[in-house]
């Protein structure tokens, strides 16, 4: 495993199982499609693919390029549209599973991923539609920012991007589900302790560990 960004990218690859239309977003789940070996998952990007793959060195196409203008491969039987009609799948809710970078998550699932006081960034982009629009929502993110201060917070201090409670949040030291407005720390990333994560981490949650397959 090359870095933390590449851990956090295989273990949402696992939650993906087919048949299911996934789009990923900008960040984290760019990498996602180098660990999916399941054909009946179908990745979607909002600028205008379905049957994403990943990249192929040998073989970069510049005008082939994912929702962050990063260069992909396509899936046998892929299918290309406009920008209209596949934000037309995403609030039509034909997306069965949106996978998002974040800034900010908070114990009831409200996610921040848009905005940052005082900087001047892209802007909200798709993920708004997602989370209205998708039927599962799993975030990733790492579980501190450069400086060490907890990105899982009570609430989020940037400005939310929906209302809608996401269903899963995957860092570089743990999972987390939500259930009911509860926060459920149900995994721990190789090697990282319960100790670390309620060090680093300011929201409220439960322990609920699973048995890692």
């Known amino acids: 495993m090359n870095n933390f960004k590449e851990l956090i990218a295989k273990r949402a690859a696992k939650e993906l199982v087919g048949p299911c239309v996934v789009n990923l977003g900008i960040g984290v789940p760019t990498l996602i499609p180098a660990y999916v070996d399941d054909e009946s998952v179908y990745l ?27 260069p992909v491969s396509e899936q046998k039987g892929s299918a290309y549209f406009n920008s209209a009609e596949s934000f037309g799948m995403i609030r039509g809710g034909h997306v069965d599973v949106a996978v998002l970078g974040v800034l900010q998550a908070d114990e009831k699932g409200l996610i ?11 802007g909200v982009g798709g993920a708004m539609d997602l989370l209205n629009g ?38 570089d ?32 949650y439960q322990v609920e560990l699973k048995e890692v397959s």
Request: net charge negative.
């Open 44 to 70: 979607h990007t909002e600028n205008g693919l379905l049957g994403v793959g990943p990249a192929d060195p040998n073989n970069l196409d510049p005008n082939l390029v994912n929702a962050g203008k990063l």
């Open 112 to 122: 921040a991923n848009w905005s940052v006081p005082g900087q001047d960034i892209i």
């Open 134 to 171: 998708a039927k599962k929502v799993i975030c990733t993110m790492t579980h501190t920012t450069k400086n060490g201060e907890p990105k899982l917070l009570r609430e989020c201090e940037y400005p939310i991007t929906s209302t809608r409670q996401v269903d899963m949040v995957i860092t």
């Open 173 to 204: 030291l743990a999972v987390f589900e939500y259930k009911d407005n509860t926060m459920y720390l149900i995994e721990l990333m190789p090697g990282v302790t319960l100790e670390e994560v309620k060090e680093k981490t300011l929201a409220h």
